[in-house]
């Protein structure tokens, strides 16, 4: 094998978003077809200032957008979902399809106890104490009640439960296809079997309220190609009982990242889709929207330097390498972190460790055994696409990404006897008595380059434990102004823990939905 591979201008391979932009655009052509029937039953506003009338308009089809169509459309409201991009989901689409849920059955099936107490300090902790706590106890509540309505719209979930960095507990559960489009496609047809209209290539671009603040509609783009912002034609939908923002983060609008986290610059990668952009979050803020934590951004510390966006690695990572097998510096061979500590902790241990004052950087490896893989069936993907390897020994490990070689085998026999004994006296990283077998141990090995890209924006706009935004004045809520998801700030504090970005946009966007569909003049 030749060294060139793992050099940082690495050619790169077929990105995970684009296999599944090819499945989105499938799914979007049919539900584009159910629109064009639903839309000739909606009505339309005679009054020359609004071309379209709806009770409940929701911006975002993702997670949030999505529960959000389902709860108005219960409650009896006329609903559109409007999305900018062709593709409906979002970053949603291109998530890992991993749902953290406290006190769920199969926990309890398998004796793992757990409960809403324990899921919320968890949390907590791993947000450094900043969460706003009120509203971390509303999604952890919600997590059973979402995770049976996604069940109850046909999507499908492994028999396996998995223990992310930062959780004290077994308490994840896992998409058969490991993608977030295992929930979306299925949320979105039966929001559409509900009654609510789903349609694509619509922007917003103005949030419309009246002499007292109150939403009374919004102005959006329709027939929009991003990026170009002169697409399309304005268009005025007039609200009735409220407007839902479930637009997500804006994580690749480096621009705007740049001002708010100078140090996330271009050198940063970045694992959403390209939509993920601040134009939303700057029409909230212009009807005085509160915002909150703004520069707090998440780096995946397992995402990979050798692909483009998300990827295959944070798969792979996150579920074999990182809890049964080990990372190192390839200097010295040697951990320097608990792999499975929460993000913040080992992205800052990349940053660290790995990257010199001067800017070089050392990009760490992890790897397991084969064993470990059964936990990560996508690493036939990366190892087609190239960024992913495996290795008949560790000398051939070694060779392949320049790491001293006897360093590496007594971190390797370190570890090993911790699995041993049950205990990690270097860093703490939790063993596993029930998956014994699958840790790290004899070849072949599987590794992956691991550095940290931008994956999700802690902050946004403010909101109660009904989902309604806050004035950035009065601290009041504004009247039917909701938000649910990626868009609002404060439930995860500091830094989010792995697998619960489903479960507050699931628990969030059903409130959010609800409570607007509820709020008749």
Known sequence: MSKKTVQNNKPKGMRRRDVLKAAGLAAGSVLLSQVSVNEADASTIKEAKWDREFDVVIAGSGFAGCAAAI?????????????????????????????????????????????????????????????????????????????????????????????????????????????????????????????????????????????????????????????????GKLRRYKINRGFVACTGGFGYDLPYRKMQNPTLDESVGCTNHTGATAESFHALLAVNAAPVNTACFQLGPWASPDEDGFGYAP??????????????????????????????TRADAQLKHCKTPEGEIFYPVAFCSEPGIVKSPTIKHGLKEGVAWKFNSLEELASFFGIPLEPLKAQVKRFKSFVAKGKDDEFGKPIFEFDRALYLDKPPFYAMRAWPKVHFCQGGVNINTKAEVTHMGTGQPIPKLYAAGEITGGIHGESRLGSCAIAETLVMGTIAGKNAARNRA
């Not at 809890?323 to 320097?336: A, E, S």
């Open 71 to 231: 709860a108005a459309r219960r409650e009896g409201a006329s609903t559109l979902v409007i999305e900018k991009m062709p593709v409906f989901g979002g970053n949603s689409a291109i998530n890992g399809g991993a749902m953290a849920v406290a006190g769920s059955p199969l926990q309890k099936e398998k004796g793992i106890k757990d409960s809403v107490e324990l899921m919320t300090a968890d949390m907590l902790k791993g947000g450094r104490g900043t969460n706003h706590v009120d509203l971390l106890r509303v999604v952890c509540a919600g997590t059973v009640e979402a995770f049976e309505m996604t069940k109850e719209f046909g999507v499908q979930w492994k028999d396996v439960l998995l223990q992310f960095g930062g959780h004290s507990v077994q308490r994840t559960c896992q998409t058969v296809n490991f993608t977030g489009g295992d929930i979306t496609i299925p949320l979105m047809e039966g929001g559409i079997k509900l009654g609510a209209i789903f349609k694509n290539r619509c922007k917003l671009e103005e949030i419309l309220t009246d002499d007292k603040g109150e939403i009374v509609g919004v102005v959006v783009r329709e027939g929009y190609y991003f990026p170009d912002e002169n697409s």
């Open 315 to 344: 798969q792979f990572n996150q579920q074999a390498a990182f809890p049964y097998g080990i990372m190192v510096d390839i200097r010295d061979g040697k951990r320097f972190v608990n792999e499975n500590a929460d993000r913040k």
